[in-house]
C-alpha cells in the first residue's frame, strides 16, 4: 500500500509538470519549427547496423561553450536540436563515403557533379539520424571575409511545411549568440524560396524584396531576411620587442631630402585608387540537399 502510495504521488508529481513541459516544447516548435524525421538517410551515412554516424567534428553550441568556426573547414551545416540547440558540423568527407573521379549527375537535383566530387557528412550525421527542426548552412564569404546564413537542408527544412523566415531568424540570432565567428564576422542571412512550402514561396515570389544568385538565370530565388552584423572591432598588439627602431635624426633628414629631389609622377598625381567593387555573397553553396 505503501508502495502503491507513492507510485501515485510520484505520477501525480511527474503530470503536474507536463504543462511546463509542453509551454516549453510549444515554444520551441513556434520558435524554430516542429521537430521532424529526416527526409531521408543517405546509403553511406548508417554503419552496417543501421546506426547514424555522428560527425567527428560535432559541436552543440551553448552560452556556456560555444562553437568555435574556421574558415579552414567551411562550410559548415547547422541543424536545432529538440531542445533548441544549435549543433554545428563542417561537410567532411565520410569515411564510408565515395569520391567520383569522373563526376556523376544527381537525380535528385538534376545536376551534374564535379570530377572529384566526395560524399561527406550531412545534417543528419549532426544528430545521429533523430528529428530535428529547421536547419540549414553556414557558408563563408571571403571576398566579404564573413558567415552567411540560409535554410538550406533537405532533410529538416525543404520537406516540411511549417520552415517560415521568422523561424529562420530566430535561428540566426540564435546562432550569431552561441557561435563564435573567429577571425570573420557575421554577413547577411538568406531564406532561400526553394526550401520553403509553396505557399510561403509562392507569397515570397511577389516580394519586392526577391533576388538571385544570378538574375540573368533567376537561379536562385532568394530574401536577405536579416542583414550582416557589424564586424567585431579588431585589436592589434605589437609585441615591444617587434617594433622597429626609430631611426637616428641624421637618417631621417637624408630620407627627407631624398623625398624632396624626387621629382613627382604627373600621371599619378591626384589619382586615388579605385575601390573594388564588393561581390555578393551567394545565397547557398551548391544544389547539394544534404
Do not use: C
Request: hydrophobic residues 35%; aromatic residues 8%; proline residues 9%.
Amino acid at each position: 500500500m505503501r508502495y502503491l502510495s507513492r507510485t501515485i504521488l510520484g505520477g501525480l508529481l511527474a503530470w503536474s509538470a507536463l504543462p511546463s513541459f509542453a509551454q516549453d516544447a510549444a515554444k520551441l516548435d513556434e520558435l524554430y519549427g516542429l521537430q521532424s524525421q529526416p527526409a531521408y538517410i543517405k546509403h553511406y551515412e548508417a554503419d552496417k547496423t543501421g546506426k547514424v554516424i555522428l560527425n567527428p567534428y560535432l559541436q552543440v553550441a551553448t552560452k556556456e561553450f560555444p562553437a568555435l568556426l574556421d574558415v579552414k573547414m567551411a562550410p559548415y551545416n547547422w541543424v536545432i536540436d529538440a531542445e533548441g540547440r544549435v549543433a554545428i558540423i563542417p561537410e567532411a568527407a565520410h569515411p564510408l563515403g565515395r569520391t567520383y573521379e569522373k563526376g556523376f549527375f544527381r537525380p535528385e537535383d538534376k545536376s551534374d557533379r564535379k570530377p572529384g566530387t566526395r560524399e561527406n557528412f550531412g545534417h543528419v550525421s549532426a544528430l545521429g539520424g533523430a528529428p530535428g527542426r529547421i536547419s540549414g548552412e553556414i557558408l563563408y564569404d571571403k571576398s566579404s571575409n564573413a558567415w552567411t546564413v540560409n535554410n538550406k537542408s533537405g532533410r529538416y527544412t525543404k520537406h516540411n511545411t511549417d520552415r517560415t523566415p521568422e523561424q529562420l531568424v530566430n535561428s540566426a540570432n540564435l546562432i550569431r549568440e552561441v557561435v563564435e565567428p573567429g577571425t570573420a564576422s557575421w554577413g547577411p542571412v538568406f531564406f532561400l524560396l526553394e526550401y520553403a512550402h509553396e505557399d510561403i514561396r509562392e507569397e515570397l515570389m511577389k516580394s519586392p524584396k526577391l533576388a538571385y544568385d544570378d538574375a540573368k538565370k533567376k537561379s536562385r530565388p532568394h530574401i536577405i531576411v536579416m542583414p550582416a552584423a557589424p564586424p567585431a572591432p579588431k585589436v592589434e598588439k605589437i609585441a615591444e620587442a617587434e617594433k622597429p627602431a626609430a631611426p637616428a635624426k641624421a637618417e631621417v633628414a637624408k630620407t627627407e631630402v631624398v623625398k624632396a629631389d624626387t621629382p613627382a609622377d604627373p600621371s599619378k598625381s591626384d589619382q586615388a585608387p579605385k575601390p573594388k567593387k564588393a561581390k555578393k555573397p551567394k545565397a547557398a553553396n551548391n544544389d547539394d540537399p544534404s
